[in-house]
């Protein structure tokens, strides 16, 4: 009897924990892409909140104490991965002093695991190189494809953290897979007449989406991964866009557009400020809206220049 | 083949066990046939991905045949590396495979982030009270950074410099204790105020302020053998941080060449507390505070023929730094300002003496690589507080990348050397940083 008693006081005294564990999941994630893709998982079970501002160069950015605090409290933390945050987050985590986020913990979600990655360095990597990524290129998120990826990522390891909301998870995955699938078939239509359109990008954060949606990317305004524009790189880049007739330059919000303007005004192409991430500007809301906002930005723009 | 058909018969029973029984019900044939054409299409996808992957192995395979030099073709052994997805993963879409090397060098993949980061120093001008070479190698540091097991991570700082080895830092930090306790155990850079808390290649000039070389421990500063906790104190408005450390006693020397600390005996620790507020102002600004306290024994002797033992020196400290980060716009414009008021109490056998020093600076970002900056330096000596030197520095970075940086300082300092005597020296500094290996941390 006694011995019942006592089950029955431990029992009662971890009811409150259990209910609590059972309470909403508390998400991080590092870019405002990926909490836009947990958003459709998770739905209302759990709570999210990204890092960092989609109008910022997410290589930069800085490692706040404020964010500690967040990643303290969080039981998730859903990173892009491919050492994008290399220069931030490490020591971000290190300080959380919360040991569900660690990378190899159960709570730490690399969305990049299932991803198709471009742009793998082969043979030898040398900084030389500039910035290069030597896992691949970090900006895969751009492909729809992709998203569904990184949708089932976060899908399946929320349900291993949730096992009782596993159903309800890829529930929702199978509604975003299925509303991304109808959304991609739209903007595949919508860039079809144009594949094969010639563009150059300021920064590599396009490969994916120039190779789901069918342009041509044949040079960039940096003359190498995180090196800012020179002179020589500059003019060669406006005679090979001379030469290839390419009339769309896309530039992420977070660069200057001296640069790009000016290679702009001499080889007349037009000079288009591309959000890669959600909330690069107000109108993108989220993992749709951002397509939505770039291919219809971009049609335009194919429209106007007649660019091939 | 029969791995394949397995986790197909899994994906189809997990479809007919999650797909919602209303809508499943009511068409069930349809829905079956879309599940199968569903697989057939992720077969197909599949199919064409690896068979795009042969071509592009076979073509990476060709080219390294007819071109034989650094990488022989043996050493990336595709079918090798190929096999394991196949048999462990095979419904996951392909993706690019990471290059293990041979068999021997995956013990690799334990091996420490390791860099180095070069300092050189040029000095012109004169300076009859601390002079430096002309051109030296001032440092050069080693860092070796890994995580040890599931509750902790270690990390090394190896400085050689002018005179030889010296372990900067070299610590285990313990992240899995309960409490929120972020603990470290071993020798590191102490928490007292901000300036002592950053290695050379993180400062924005190429020295360290006057108050740092005073009464601080110059470039060393209190960097000690020791154990150090810090904790997060809950509230609901800012971040708060308290660390409590404790040292063996023994620290950098000041400029007259005394140590801030020096145990003589094992019962003469010195501690280090600090206090650190940290607040968002807007998105793109923010304050920091700290408040730090610091006791130790300096060495002096106390005179006690009964129990020997050494006199002691007490720190107070106050640091603020401001920053300002557009974050659009952070690629090209930032501005630090910051400022440190320590306050020493040092006890000589001659009795108490009591002096203070600061710093104020400010550096502005004016391109994505270029910056300038402004410190003043003021500070008494710690072993005679009515001496007092001042100083001033105009500073200009030039940053080629992220992994290297030039920069050219004007100082003038007014040494205060004997009552009534000032010495004063103009100098022209300048400094090539540079560092290879792994991708570290940015500062904050």
Same mark, same amino acid.
């Given at each position: 009897?006694?011995?019942?008693?006592?089950?029955?006081?431990?029992? &009662?005294?971890?009811?409150?924990?259990?209910?609590?564990?059972?309470?909403?999941?508390?998400?991080?994630?590092?870019?405002?892409?990926?909490?836009?893709?947990?958003?459709?998982?998770?739905?209302?079970?759990?709570?999210?909140?990204?890092?960092?501002?989609?109008?910022?160069?997410?290589?930069?950015?800085?490692?706040?104490?404020?964010?500690?605090?967040?990643?303290?409290?969080?039981?998730?933390?859903?990173?892009?991965?491919?050492?994008?945050?290399?220069?931030?987050?490490?020591?971000?985590?290190?300080?959380?002093?919360?040991?569900?986020?660690?990378?190899?913990?159960?709570?730490?979600?690399?969305?990049?695991?299932?991803?198709?990655?471009?742009?793998?360095?082969?043979?030898?990597?040398?900084?030389?190189?500039?910035?290069?990524?030597?896992?691949?290129?970090?900006?895969?998120?751009?492909?729809?494809?992709?998203?569904?990826?990184?949708?089932?990522?976060?899908?399946?390891?929320?349900?291993?953290?949730?096992?009782?909301?596993?159903?309800?998870?890829?529930?929702?995955?199978?509604?975003?897979?299925?509303?991304?699938?109808?959304?991609?078939?739209?903007?595949?239509?919508?860039?079809?007449?144009?594949?094969?359109?010639?563009?150059?990008?300021?920064?590599?954060?396009?490969?994916?989406?120039?190779?789901?949606?069918?342009?041509?990317?044949?040079?960039?305004?940096?003359?190498?991964?995180?090196?800012?524009?020179?002179?020589?790189?500059?003019?060669?880049?406006?005679?090979?866009?001379?030469?290839?007739?390419?009339?769309?330059?896309?530039?992420?919000?977070?660069?200057? &557009?001296?640069?790009?303007?000016?290679?702009?005004?001499?080889?007349?192409?037009?000079?288009?400020?591309?959000?890669?991430?959600?909330?690069?500007?107000?109108?993108?809301?989220?993992?749709?809206?951002?397509?939505?906002?770039?291919?219809?930005?971009?049609?335009?723009?194919?429209?106007?220049?007649?660019?091939? | 083949?029969?791995?394949?058909?397995?986790?197909?018969?899994?994906?189809?029973?997990?479809?007919?066990?999650?797909?919602?029984?209303?809508?499943?019900?009511?068409?069930?044939?349809?829905?079956?046939?879309?599940?199968?054409?569903?697989?057939?299409?992720?077969?197909?996808?599949?199919?064409?991905?690896?068979?795009?992957?042969?071509?592009?192995?076979?073509?990476?395979?060709? $080219?390294?045949?007819?071109?034989?030099?650094?990488?022989?073709?043996?050493?990336?052994?595709? #079918?090798?590396? =190929?096999?394991?997805?196949?048999?462990?993963?095979?419904? =996951?879409?392909?993706?690019?495979?990471?290059?293990?090397? %041979? %068999?021997?060098?995956?013990?690799?993949?334990?091996?420490?982030?390791?860099?180095?980061?070069?300092?050189?120093?040029?000095?012109?001008?004169?300076?009859?009270?601390?002079?430096? #070479?002309?051109?030296?190698?001032?440092?050069?540091?080693?860092?070796?950074?890994?995580?040890?097991?599931?509750?902790?991570?270690?990390?090394?700082? /190896?400085?050689?410099?002018?005179?030889?080895?010296?372990?900067?830092?070299?610590?285990?930090?313990?992240?899995?204790?309960?409490?929120?306790?972020?603990?470290?155990?071993?020798?590191?850079? %102490?928490?007292?105020?901000?300036?002592?808390? @950053?290695?050379?290649?993180?400062?924005?000039?190429?020295?360290?302020? @006057?108050?740092?070389?005073?009464?601080?421990?110059?470039?060393?500063?209190?960097?000690?053998?020791? +154990?150090?906790? $810090?904790? /997060?104190?809950?509230?609901?408005?800012?971040?708060?941080?308290?660390?409590?450390?404790?040292?063996?006693?023994?620290?950098?020397?000041?400029?007259?060449?005394?140590?801030?600390?020096?145990?003589?005996?094992?019962?003469?620790?010195?501690?280090?507390?600090? /206090?650190?507020?940290?607040?968002? /102002?807007?998105?793109? $600004?923010?304050?920091?505070?700290?408040?730090?306290?610091?006791?130790?024994?300096?060495?002096?002797?106390?005179?006690?023929?009964?129990?020997?033992?050494?006199?002691?020196?007490?720190?107070?400290?106050?640091?603020?730094?401001?920053?300002?980060?557009?974050?659009?716009?952070?690629?090209?414009?930032?501005?630090?300002?910051?400022?440190?008021?320590?306050?020493?109490?040092?006890?000589?056998?001659?009795?108490?003496?009591?002096?203070?020093?600061?710093?104020?600076?400010?550096?502005?970002?004016?391109?994505?690589?270029?910056?300038?900056?402004?410190?003043?330096?003021?500070?008494?000596?710690?072993?005679?507080?009515?001496?007092?030197?001042?100083?001033?520095?105009? +500073?200009?970075?030039?940053?080629?990348?992220?992994?290297?940086?030039?920069?050219?300082?004007?100082?003038?300092?007014?040494?205060?050397?004997?009552?009534?005597?000032?010495?004063?020296?103009?100098?022209?500094?300048?400094?090539?940083?540079?560092?290879?290996?792994?991708?570290?941390?940015?500062?904050?």
């Amino acid at each position: 009897m006694k011995r019942h008693l006592a089950l029955f006081t431990i029992a &009662l005294l971890l009811a409150p924990v259990a209910a609590r564990a059972q309470g909403k999941l508390n998400v991080m994630t590092t870019t405002e892409d990926l909490a836009s893709i947990a958003r459709e998982i998770g739905g209302d079970h759990i709570t999210v909140e990204g890092i960092a501002k989609g109008y910022q160069d997410p290589h930069f950015v800085e490692a706040k104490p404020s964010f500690i605090l967040k990643l303290q409290k969080a039981d998730v933390l859903v990173v892009v991965g491919r050492e994008l945050e290399i220069g931030w987050l490490p020591p971000l985590i290190q300080q959380s002093r919360n040991s569900k986020i660690q990378p190899g913990a159960a709570g730490y979600i690399d969305a990049s695991l299932q991803a198709s990655i471009l742009e793998v360095p082969t043979g030898q990597v040398t900084r030389a190189m500039g910035d290069v990524h030597p896992l691949g290129n970090p900006h895969y998120w751009m492909d729809p494809e992709n998203g569904k990826r990184i949708g089932k990522e976060i899908a399946d390891k929320l349900s291993e953290l949730r096992p009782s909301d596993k159903a309800f998870f890829q529930q929702k995955l199978t509604d975003f897979s299925t509303r991304l699938d109808a959304a991609e078939k739209r903007w595949l239509a919508q860039l079809a007449p144009y594949k094969g359109t010639k563009v150059v990008t300021y920064h590599r954060s396009f490969p994916n989406f120039a190779e789901r949606f069918g342009l041509d990317i044949v040079g960039y305004v940096e003359p190498k991964p995180g090196i800012p524009p020179s002179p020589q790189h500059t003019l060669d880049l406006i005679n090979d866009m001379k030469r290839q007739n390419v009339k769309i330059v896309l530039v992420e919000p977070y660069f200057d &557009l001296k640069t790009p303007n000016a290679i702009g005004r001499d080889t007349g192409a037009q000079v288009l400020v591309m959000p890669p991430s959600v909330g690069g500007v107000k109108e993108i809301t989220d993992y749709f809206t951002l397509f939505d906002y770039d291919i219809k930005m971009l049609v335009e723009a194919i429209k106007k220049t007649g660019a091939k | 083949m029969n791995v394949r058909r397995f986790v197909c018969a899994t994906i189809v029973a997990a479809a007919f066990a999650l797909a919602p029984s209303s809508a499943f019900a009511q068409d069930n044939p349809q829905a079956l046939r879309q599940e199968i054409d569903q697989l057939r299409k992720d077969f197909e996808a599949l199919k064409q991905q690896y068979g795009e992957r042969l071509t592009a192995l076979e073509k990476k395979l060709s $080219a390294a045949e007819g071109t034989p030099p650094a990488t022989p073709p043996a050493v990336e052994p595709p #079918p090798v590396a =190929e096999a394991p997805p196949a048999a462990a993963a095979p419904a =996951e879409p392909a993706q690019p495979l990471p290059t293990y090397g %041979s %068999s021997v060098s995956n013990a690799k993949v334990f091996n420490p982030d390791m860099a180095v980061i070069g300092d050189f120093l040029g000095a012109a001008g004169k300076n009859p009270v601390n002079p430096t #070479p002309a051109l030296e190698m001032h440092e050069s540091e080693v860092s070796f950074q890994a995580v040890v097991d599931p509750y902790a991570r270690a990390d090394f700082f /190896l400085s050689f410099g002018q005179e030889g080895v010296n372990l900067e830092e070299g610590f285990i930090t313990l992240t899995e204790l309960p409490g929120g306790l972020l603990t470290k155990v071993g020798k590191f850079r %102490s928490a007292f105020g901000k300036v002592n808390t @950053l290695h050379n290649h993180i400062l924005t000039w190429t020295d360290r302020p @006057l108050v740092t070389q005073n009464l601080v421990g110059g470039e060393d500063g209190i960097d000690d053998a020791g +154990i150090s906790v $810090a904790r /997060l104190i809950p509230n609901p408005w800012i971040f708060l941080e308290a660390t409590g450390q404790v040292f063996r006693g023994d620290s950098g020397e000041d400029l007259a060449g005394n140590p801030v600390f020096q145990s003589t005996k094992r019962s003469e620790l010195a501690y280090v507390t600090h /206090l650190r507020g940290y607040h968002d /102002l807007t998105e793109n $600004a923010n304050l920091d505070l700290g408040f730090s306290y610091s006791y130790g024994h300096n060495g002096l002797s106390n005179g006690n023929v009964q129990d020997p033992g050494s006199l002691v020196t007490e720190l107070y400290g106050i640091d603020a730094t401001y920053r300002w980060k557009p974050l659009q716009r952070s690629l090209y414009r930032s501005f630090v300002g910051r400022g440190e008021y320590i306050w020493s109490r040092r006890d000589q056998p001659t009795g108490l003496q009591s002096g203070s020093g600061m710093y104020v600076s400010g550096d502005y970002q004016l391109g994505r690589r270029w910056f300038a900056g402004a410190r003043f330096d003021r500070s008494a000596h710690a072993e005679d507080a009515s001496l007092i030197d001042t100083g001033g520095s105009f +500073i200009v970075t030039y940053w080629p990348s992220e992994f290297s940086q030039v920069r050219a300082q004007y100082r003038r300092t007014n040494y205060n050397t004997a009552p009534s005597i000032v010495s004063s020296a103009n100098e022209i500094l300048f400094q090539f940083q540079f560092s290879i290996g792994a991708h570290g941390a940015h500062p904050f």
